[in-house]
């Protein structure tokens, strides 16, 4: 069952997401640096505007905004998240993604198509990234019937959510499903992207620390079929075979 209000995505109705944005946005707007800003705009290649909070500064006005706030249920994060991407400055959606991470574990299989709305709207790789790796691999990790929505996304015409489904076990380790990791990566190992090429270097690399062998042994055999960046990108810290 979706937490969204209807097909749209709308967000459902929540006294504490209604209380949380007050609190927020007039905590973030009064503490703006509108210098600062400029630059990270820039930094961003213009995905968004910025209202130039520095992480230290934004993530300590976030502990005083949610100071005394109960527990989220489901339909509260969706709310507080979706409300938050409704917002055009950048600051914002960074709070919903660390308020996604401190409450994912109480989120159910039916979050998923809330994680896909924000991966797939304003995009860029500083949320979707962790959006993929510690809202959508604990979902999918909670309940394994999801790997199914990732067999899905890994073939969509959207690179992020591509680069979702090839993150989403990067925190795995020991518990990869490292046959679909790999069919993952041969999947796409001819996009065009830089992002999801970078990607699937990165989850190479990332498993490599749990199994070396395997990794090694894979771009052994299908090394040539992805570009020197990816092989470049996954065998990073990895030892030769003769080593």
């Known amino acids: 069952m979706s937490v969204t209000d209807g097909e749209t995505g709308g967000a459902p109705p929540s006294p504490l997401a209604d209380t949380v944005l007050e609190r927020l946005t ?32 934004r993530r300590a006005l976030s502990r005083t905004v949610l100071a005394g706030t109960p527990r989220p249920d489901e339909a509260d994060c969706a709310a507080i998240a979706l409300r938050c991407w409704e917002l055009p400055h950048r600051e914002y959606h960074y709070f919903a993604v660390d308020y996604l991470r401190r409450h994912v574990r109480h989120l159910s299989s039916g979050f998923l198509p809330v994680a896909r709305h924000l991966i797939s709207t304003v995009p860029w790789w500083d949320t979707v990234d962790l959006l993929a790796a510690h809202v959508v691999g604990a979902l999918v990790a909670a309940d394994p019937e999801l790997a199914g929505d990732m067999d899905a996304w890994i073939g969509e015409d959207d690179l992020w959510l591509v680069r979702a489904a090839l993150l989403h076990q990067l925190r795995y380790k020991e518990h990869t499903d490292s046959g679909r990791l790999f069919a993952y990566c041969l999947r796409q190992a001819g996009h065009e992207d830089f992002f999801v090429r970078k990607a699937i270097g990165w989850c190479l690399r990332e498993y490599a620390k749990t199994d070396q062998a395997a990794v090694r042994g894979f771009l052994a055999r299908e090394g040539d079929r992805f570009a020197p960046l990816t092989v470049r990108e996954a065998l990073k810290n990895v030892a030769s075979a003769g080593s």
């Open 26 to 57: 007039a905590a973030y707007a009064a503490a703006a640096d509108p210098e600062r800003a400029v630059s990270m705009r820039a930094y961003m290649r213009d995905v968004a505007p910025f209202l130039g909070l520095t992480t230290p500064n």
